[in-house]
Structure formats: structure tokens, C-alpha cells
């Protein structure tokens, strides 16, 4: 018989996946991953206010380091206590509290909507979709074309599958309330801070680089359990894991190549960087139809990764 704390954290994940699909975000007002936000806005401002303009900058470097654990501290302290707190009630009463609070640690309605509407613009103009492509990536979408907004749509798309769902998923199933919390502040804290270089003119390459390097740590495991789940939604393509090591290789980044590197094989498609990277030079070129294929690959790549997971709980609690 399965124990109730894994019973719980099953219900748990049903809850919250309801409730994203039916109700989606909560308010801002409500919303913990705002919270986050505002604490990250005031100190990246504070580590900025005497930051320098080139060089090492060790000063800034620690300062960073530490406004990174002052929030991750009270942000897993304040999970874990109300997670003991609900584990004084029955268990599906835990269960369902628990979906409450997890649904907004991770988000799939939303980035399913968001990189959805990218075609949806592109349909009325080339800069109706570049405006709706800034809303998802932080890049420069003004010199994109018709072909690199999908790109880039697709791109967010297989990056967000494992940062906003499958990561916060996976942290929580292995370390409960204040596992997902943390990946979501290390998630937040490195898409605010954790930039090379100059981003709208300041310089955050030493305030952001703790940031970035434990977003990377946390996030290695789940992107790759990401790319295999993407891989195995492709049946009945057979799709090789060594040439998607390969292909992840290419990205600058040790984490999102993973997922990227399988959705494009997965869709037959091209994902390029002009200068950096061209995963599935083979594939064609995004066309209209690759965005919404790509999102019901996605869907069904959360449904093997999840499904996988309950197996696994399952079995656990047979044996335990």
C-alpha cells in the first residue's frame, strides 16, 4: 500500500494540474512568483548601486551571492513550515492544500497560451508577432523575420517546458513544497540577473553570476528528463539519444540545448542562432504549422515524464 506522504504528493500534482488547465495564474496580488520578483527587483537595484563597468568585480560577485541565499532562505523556510504545518492533516486534506499552493511554482496553460498567440500575431502581421514574441524572450525581436519569430517561439517553447513545468515538477516530487519553491526562485533570480555582460545598460555579468551558475546546477537533471520526454513523444520517430548529446552540445547553454535539441528533430524542423547553433540543419524551416505541433509534443511529453513519475511512486509504494 502506497505511504500517505507519497499518496499526498500524488494528489498534490493532480491538483495543481487541474487547476492550471481550468483557472490558470492567480492574481498578481496572490501570486508568490511576483513576490519573488519585487524582493530580486529591489536587490539587483541595491547590487547595482556601486557595481563596476568592467573588470573583475569580486565585491559585487558575493554581495550577489548572498541577496541570492538571504531570499532563497525565506523562501524554503517559509515552504517547509507550511508544509509541516498541513502534514498534521489527513492526507488528502494535504494532498489538496498542497496542489493549492505547487500550482503556482510551475505554469503550463500560460506558456502554452503565450507561444500560441506568437502564431496567432504572425497571422495579422510580421509586427503584430514580434510584439506578442517579446512577451516570452528577452531578446531583440525587431530584425526577426517570419521564420526566426518561430524559431524563436519554438525555442521558448522547449526551453519553458523544462523551466516553468518539468523542473518545478521534478523538485517537487523529489523534496516537496520547499523543492519546488526553491528551483522557482533560482528560476525567477537567474531570468532577472543572470545575463553576460551588458543587459539595458547595466552590467550584470559578476551581480548575476551565482545566480546563473546555481539556476544551471538545478536545472541540469530536469532538462534532460525534459529532452528524453520530448524524444519519446515523438513515436513512433526514433529519435537517438547520443545524437541529441550531440546536437545539445552546440548551445552555449549546459541545460536548454536539451530540450531544444529534441524538439527540433521531433518536428523536422531548423533552430538556429545565426553564429551560434543550427540544431536539425536537416529540418525545414518554421512554417505555421509547426507551433501548434510543437505545443501537442510538449503536452504529450509532460503526460510520459508525469506518467513515468506515478509508475515509479507507485512501485515505491508497493515495496516500501
Given at each position: 500500500?502506497?505511504?500517505?506522504?507519497?499518496?499526498?504528493?500524488?494528489?498534490?500534482?493532480?491538483?495543481?494540474?487541474?487547476?492550471?488547465?481550468?483557472?490558470?495564474?492567480?492574481?498578481?496580488?496572490?501570486?508568490?512568483?511576483?513576490?519573488?520578483?519585487?524582493?530580486?527587483?529591489?536587490?539587483?537595484?541595491?547590487?547595482?548601486?556601486?557595481a563596476r563597468?568592467?573588470?573583475?568585480?569580486?565585491?559585487?560577485?558575493?554581495?550577489?551571492?548572498?541577496?541570492?541565499?538571504?531570499?532563497?532562505?525565506?523562501?524554503?523556510?517559509?515552504?517547509?513550515?507550511?508544509?509541516?504545518?498541513?502534514?498534521?492533516?489527513?492526507?488528502?486534506?494535504?494532498?489538496?492544500?498542497?496542489?493549492?499552493?505547487?500550482?503556482?511554482?510551475?505554469?503550463?496553460?500560460?506558456?502554452?497560451?503565450?507561444?500560441?498567440?506568437?502564431?496567432?500575431?504572425?497571422?495579422?502581421?510580421?509586427?503584430?508577432?514580434?510584439?506578442?514574441?517579446?512577451?516570452?524572450?528577452?531578446?531583440?525581436?525587431?530584425?526577426?523575420?517570419?521564420?526566426?519569430?518561430?524559431?524563436?517561439?519554438?525555442?521558448?517553447?522547449?526551453?519553458?517546458?523544462?523551466?516553468?513545468?518539468?523542473?518545478?515538477?521534478?523538485?517537487?516530487?523529489?523534496?516537496?513544497?520547499?523543492?519546488?519553491?526553491?528551483?522557482?526562485?533560482?528560476?525567477?533570480?537567474?531570468?532577472?540577473?543572470?545575463?553576460?555582460?551588458?543587459?539595458?545598460?547595466?552590467?550584470?555579468?559578476?551581480?548575476?553570476?551565482?545566480?546563473?551558475?546555481?539556476?544551471?546546477?538545478?536545472?541540469?537533471?530536469?532538462?534532460?528528463?525534459?529532452?528524453?520526454?520530448?524524444?519519446?513523444?515523438?513515436?513512433?520517430?526514433?529519435?537517438?539519444?547520443?545524437?541529441?548529446?550531440?546536437?545539445?552540445?552546440?548551445?552555449?547553454?549546459?541545460?536548454?540545448?536539451?530540450?531544444?535539441?529534441?524538439?527540433?528533430?521531433?518536428?523536422?524542423?531548423?533552430?538556429?542562432?545565426p553564429g551560434?547553433?543550427?540544431?536539425?540543419?536537416?529540418?525545414?524551416?518554421?512554417?505555421?504549422?509547426?507551433?501548434?505541433?510543437?505545443?501537442?509534443?510538449?503536452?504529450?511529453?509532460?503526460?510520459?515524464?508525469?506518467?513515468?513519475?506515478?509508475?515509479?511512486?507507485?512501485l515505491t509504494?508497493?515495496?516500501?
Open positions: 500500500m502506497m505511504p500517505e506522504w507519497l499518496a499526498s504528493q500524488v494528489l498534490a500534482v493532480l491538483v495543481a494540474w487541474l487547476i492550471d488547465l481550468w483557472l490558470g495564474e492567480p492574481s498578481p496580488r496572490w501570486h508568490p512568483v511576483v513576490w519573488i520578483g519585487r524582493y530580486l527587483q529591489r536587490a539587483g537595484d541595491w547590487l547595482q548601486a556601486d563597468a568592467e573588470g573583475d568585480d569580486w565585491r559585487v560577485f558575493w554581495r550577489g551571492a548572498a541577496a541570492w541565499g538571504l531570499g532563497a532562505g525565506v523562501v524554503v523556510l517559509l515552504a517547509l513550515l507550511v508544509q509541516l504545518l498541513l502534514s498534521w492533516l489527513p492526507w488528502t486534506w494535504t494532498g489538496v492544500l498542497l496542489g493549492v499552493l505547487l500550482k503556482p511554482l510551475f505554469s503550463w496553460r500560460m506558456l502554452a497560451d503565450e507561444v500560441a498567440a506568437v502564431e496567432t500575431a504572425l497571422a495579422q502581421s510580421l509586427h503584430d508577432g514580434q510584439q506578442q514574441l517579446a512577451r516570452i524572450v528577452s531578446r531583440d525581436v525587431t530584425v526577426l523575420d517570419a521564420v526566426q519569430v518561430r524559431e524563436s517561439a519554438l525555442e521558448s517553447l522547449s526551453e519553458n517546458l523544462n523551466d516553468s513545468v518539468i523542473a518545478p515538477l521534478f523538485w517537487f516530487l523529489l523534496l516537496g513544497l520547499p523543492g519546488a519553491a526553491l528551483f522557482r526562485f533560482a528560476d525567477t533570480a537567474d531570468s532577472m540577473w543572470g545575463y553576460r555582460g551588458v543587459y539595458r545598460g547595466k552590467r550584470w555579468e559578476w551581480a548575476g553570476k551565482w545566480a546563473a551558475k546555481v539556476d544551471d546546477w538545478l536545472a541540469w537533471l530536469p532538462a534532460r528528463l525534459t529532452g528524453i520526454g520530448l524524444l519519446l513523444a515523438a513515436w513512433p520517430r526514433r529519435l537517438r539519444l547520443s545524437a541529441l548529446r550531440q546536437q545539445a552540445a552546440q548551445t552555449p547553454s549546459p541545460n536548454s540545448g536539451w530540450p531544444m535539441a529534441a524538439l527540433a528533430p521531433a518536428r523536422e524542423v531548423q533552430l538556429r542562432k551560434v547553433y543550427t540544431l536539425h540543419a536537416d529540418g525545414v524551416q518554421a512554417q505555421p504549422g509547426h507551433v501548434p505541433q510543437a505545443i501537442r509534443l510538449a503536452q504529450r511529453a509532460i503526460a510520459i515524464v508525469l506518467t513515468g513519475w506515478l509508475a515509479l511512486a507507485l509504494g508497493i515495496f516500501t
